[in-house]
Protein backbone atom coordinates (compact mmCIF):
# COMPACT_ATOMS: atom_id res chain seq x y z
CA UNK A 1 0.00 0.00 0.00
CA UNK A 2 1.50 3.37 -1.05
CA UNK A 3 1.75 6.19 1.06
CA UNK A 4 0.03 9.69 0.49
CA UNK A 5 1.23 11.74 -2.19
CA UNK A 6 0.77 15.15 -2.18
CA UNK A 7 -0.18 17.13 -5.40
CA UNK A 8 0.29 20.24 -5.80
CA UNK A 9 0.07 22.99 -8.53
CA UNK A 10 -2.67 23.93 -11.37
CA UNK A 11 -4.94 25.30 -8.57
CA UNK A 12 -5.09 22.25 -6.68
CA UNK A 13 -4.07 21.11 -3.03
CA UNK A 14 -4.93 16.95 -2.34
CA UNK A 15 -3.48 13.98 -1.32
CA UNK A 16 -3.48 11.07 -3.52
CA UNK A 17 -3.09 7.32 -2.22
CA UNK A 18 -2.89 3.88 -4.32
CA UNK A 19 -4.36 0.73 -2.96
CA UNK A 20 -3.54 -2.38 -4.72
CA UNK A 21 -6.04 -4.86 -4.66
CA UNK A 22 -7.02 -8.75 -5.20
CA UNK A 23 -5.48 -10.92 -8.18
CA UNK A 24 -6.44 -8.83 -10.91
CA UNK A 25 -3.81 -6.09 -10.84
CA UNK A 26 -6.83 -3.88 -9.55
CA UNK A 27 -5.90 -0.20 -8.33
CA UNK A 28 -8.33 1.75 -5.80
CA UNK A 29 -7.26 5.10 -6.03
CA UNK A 30 -8.28 7.79 -2.57
CA UNK A 31 -8.22 11.42 -3.16
CA UNK A 32 -8.54 13.67 -0.45
CA UNK A 33 -8.18 17.64 0.63
CA UNK A 34 -4.88 18.39 2.10
CA UNK A 35 -6.56 20.81 5.15
CA UNK A 36 -10.32 19.47 5.48
CA UNK A 37 -9.52 15.54 4.62
CA UNK A 38 -12.81 15.50 2.83
CA UNK A 39 -12.07 12.74 -0.12
CA UNK A 40 -13.48 10.09 -2.66
CA UNK A 41 -12.55 6.69 -2.76
CA UNK A 42 -12.72 5.51 -6.43
CA UNK A 43 -13.48 1.65 -7.33
CA UNK A 44 -13.82 -0.96 -5.01
CA UNK A 45 -13.59 -4.37 -6.23
CA UNK A 46 -12.17 -6.19 -3.65
CA UNK A 47 -10.77 -6.16 -0.20
CA UNK A 48 -12.43 -3.90 1.80
CA UNK A 49 -11.28 -4.54 4.79
CA UNK A 50 -7.85 -3.25 3.22
CA UNK A 51 -9.37 -0.38 1.26
CA UNK A 52 -11.44 0.89 4.73
CA UNK A 53 -7.72 0.86 6.29
CA UNK A 54 -6.00 3.11 3.92
CA UNK A 55 -8.84 5.66 4.09
CA UNK A 56 -7.44 6.62 7.61
CA UNK A 57 -8.89 9.69 8.10
CA UNK A 58 -10.13 10.40 5.32
CA UNK A 59 -14.19 11.83 5.32
CA UNK A 60 -15.23 9.86 2.44
CA UNK A 61 -18.09 11.78 0.92
CA UNK A 62 -18.68 8.54 -1.68
CA UNK A 63 -17.41 5.66 -3.14
CA UNK A 64 -17.07 6.27 -7.09
CA UNK A 65 -17.01 3.51 -9.67
CA UNK A 66 -15.52 3.81 -12.97
CA UNK A 67 -17.55 1.27 -14.63
CA UNK A 68 -20.03 -1.58 -13.98
CA UNK A 69 -17.54 -4.38 -14.55
CA UNK A 70 -17.75 -6.68 -11.35
CA UNK A 71 -13.89 -7.04 -11.02
CA UNK A 72 -14.49 -2.58 -9.79
CA UNK A 73 -16.99 -2.86 -7.27
CA UNK A 74 -17.69 -6.64 -6.53
CA UNK A 75 -16.91 -5.63 -2.76
CA UNK A 76 -18.50 -2.69 -3.23
CA UNK A 77 -21.90 -3.12 -0.59
CA UNK A 78 -19.71 -3.96 1.94
CA UNK A 79 -17.33 -1.18 1.63
CA UNK A 80 -19.98 1.15 2.01
CA UNK A 81 -21.07 -0.84 5.02
CA UNK A 82 -18.08 -0.34 6.52
CA UNK A 83 -17.19 3.34 5.26
CA UNK A 84 -21.27 4.35 5.88
CA UNK A 85 -20.77 6.55 2.84
CA UNK A 86 -23.02 6.16 -0.39
CA UNK A 87 -22.20 4.62 -4.14
CA UNK A 88 -21.99 6.64 -7.35
CA UNK A 89 -21.59 5.25 -11.25
CA UNK A 90 -22.29 6.01 -14.71
CA UNK A 91 -25.81 6.38 -15.68
CA UNK A 92 -25.61 3.92 -17.91
CA UNK A 93 -24.52 1.36 -15.73
CA UNK A 94 -25.79 1.27 -12.72
CA UNK A 95 -27.88 -1.66 -13.42
CA UNK A 96 -24.67 -3.55 -13.79
CA UNK A 97 -23.99 -3.03 -9.69
CA UNK A 98 -25.23 -5.72 -6.79
CA UNK A 99 -26.98 -2.85 -5.55
CA UNK A 100 -28.53 -0.11 -6.70
CA UNK A 101 -26.29 3.47 -6.14
CA UNK A 102 -27.13 5.97 -4.34
CA UNK A 103 -25.90 8.55 -6.67
CA UNK A 104 -25.68 8.30 -10.50
CA UNK A 105 -22.58 10.28 -12.45
CA UNK A 106 -23.14 12.52 -15.70
CA UNK A 107 -20.83 14.06 -17.93
CA UNK A 108 -18.96 16.72 -16.56
CA UNK A 109 -20.44 16.45 -13.10
CA UNK A 110 -18.10 18.34 -10.74
CA UNK A 111 -17.75 16.28 -7.47
CA UNK A 112 -16.39 18.78 -4.52
CA UNK A 113 -13.74 17.72 -1.91
CA UNK A 114 -12.50 20.74 0.36
CA UNK A 115 -11.14 23.22 -2.10
CA UNK A 116 -10.82 20.66 -4.68
CA UNK A 117 -13.11 19.48 -7.39
CA UNK A 118 -13.13 15.84 -9.38
CA UNK A 119 -14.84 16.57 -13.00
CA UNK A 120 -16.34 13.53 -14.22
CA UNK A 121 -15.59 12.54 -17.83
CA UNK A 122 -18.57 10.43 -19.19
CA UNK A 123 -15.93 7.90 -21.92
CA UNK A 124 -18.59 5.28 -23.34
CA UNK A 125 -16.66 2.22 -24.98
CA UNK A 126 -16.07 -0.17 -22.32
CA UNK A 127 -19.08 -0.07 -20.84
CA UNK A 128 -22.05 1.95 -22.17
CA UNK A 129 -21.42 4.21 -18.64
CA UNK A 130 -17.75 3.99 -18.31
CA UNK A 131 -16.51 7.43 -16.26
CA UNK A 132 -13.13 8.77 -15.99
CA UNK A 133 -12.14 11.52 -13.39
CA UNK A 134 -9.59 14.25 -13.09
CA UNK A 135 -7.94 16.22 -10.59
CA UNK A 136 -5.48 18.31 -11.38
CA UNK A 137 -3.23 17.04 -13.44
CA UNK A 138 -4.46 13.25 -12.32
CA UNK A 139 -6.74 11.32 -14.96
CA UNK A 140 -8.27 8.25 -13.27
CA UNK A 141 -9.10 6.52 -16.39
CA UNK A 142 -10.89 3.29 -14.96
CA UNK A 143 -10.77 0.69 -17.94
CA UNK A 144 -10.77 3.45 -20.84
CA UNK A 145 -7.14 3.97 -21.01
CA UNK A 146 -3.88 2.36 -20.30
CA UNK A 147 -0.20 2.65 -20.56
CA UNK A 148 -0.36 1.18 -24.15
CA UNK A 149 -4.05 1.49 -25.24
CA UNK A 150 -7.71 1.36 -24.72
CA UNK A 151 -9.52 -1.29 -22.56
CA UNK A 152 -10.78 -4.36 -24.23
CA UNK A 153 -13.65 -3.58 -26.21
CA UNK A 154 -14.22 -7.91 -27.55
CA UNK A 155 -16.99 -8.27 -24.61
CA UNK A 156 -20.82 -7.62 -24.90
CA UNK A 157 -20.41 -4.22 -23.10
CA UNK A 158 -17.69 -3.03 -25.42
CA UNK A 159 -17.43 -1.00 -28.82
CA UNK A 160 -13.93 0.10 -30.16
CA UNK A 161 -14.72 2.86 -32.31
CA UNK A 162 -16.82 4.46 -29.64
CA UNK A 163 -13.65 4.04 -26.96
CA UNK A 164 -11.39 5.11 -29.32
CA UNK A 165 -13.61 8.26 -30.26
CA UNK A 166 -13.66 8.88 -25.98
CA UNK A 167 -10.28 8.31 -25.76
CA UNK A 168 -9.05 10.50 -29.05
CA UNK A 169 -11.51 13.60 -28.05
CA UNK A 170 -12.18 13.41 -24.57
CA UNK A 171 -8.71 11.74 -22.60
CA UNK A 172 -6.12 12.97 -25.38
CA UNK A 173 -7.01 16.56 -25.58
CA UNK A 174 -5.86 17.45 -21.86
CA UNK A 175 -2.54 18.38 -21.55
CA UNK A 176 0.64 15.94 -22.50
CA UNK A 177 1.51 16.46 -18.21
CA UNK A 178 -1.63 14.59 -17.29
CA UNK A 179 -0.87 11.53 -15.36
CA UNK A 180 -3.02 8.13 -15.80
CA UNK A 181 -4.08 6.71 -13.22
CA UNK A 182 -6.02 3.33 -14.95
CA UNK A 183 -7.90 1.26 -13.37
CA UNK A 184 -5.28 -1.89 -13.44
CA UNK A 185 -1.30 -1.63 -13.33
CA UNK A 186 1.09 1.11 -13.62
CA UNK A 187 0.69 4.94 -14.43
CA UNK A 188 1.80 7.17 -17.42
CA UNK A 189 0.99 9.99 -19.05
CA UNK A 190 -1.22 11.56 -22.27
CA UNK A 191 1.86 12.85 -23.36
CA UNK A 192 3.47 9.35 -23.56
CA UNK A 193 0.60 7.48 -24.75
CA UNK A 194 -0.57 10.19 -27.08
CA UNK A 195 1.82 9.46 -30.06
CA UNK A 196 0.66 6.05 -30.48
CA UNK A 197 -3.53 6.43 -31.21
CA UNK A 198 -2.62 6.46 -34.91
CA UNK A 199 -1.30 2.43 -33.98
CA UNK A 200 -4.29 2.01 -31.80
CA UNK A 201 -6.40 2.05 -34.41
CA UNK A 202 -4.94 0.33 -37.00
CA UNK A 203 -4.85 -2.98 -34.60
CA UNK A 204 -8.08 -1.94 -33.76
CA UNK A 205 -7.44 -2.81 -30.06
Not at 139 to 161: A, I, R
Not at 181 to 199: D, Q
Amino acid sequence: MADWQRITGNGVDFELKTVDVGTMGNVVYIVRDTDTHEGYVIDAGFEPEKIAEAVDDTKVQAILITHGHWDHHQDLDALKQKLGVPAAIGELDQGMLKSPPEQVLVDRQELPFGKNVLKAIHTPGHTPGSTCFTVGNQLFSGDTLFPGGVGNTKNETGHFFTIIRSVEYRLLSLPDDTVINPGHGKPSTIGTEKPSLPEWKERCW
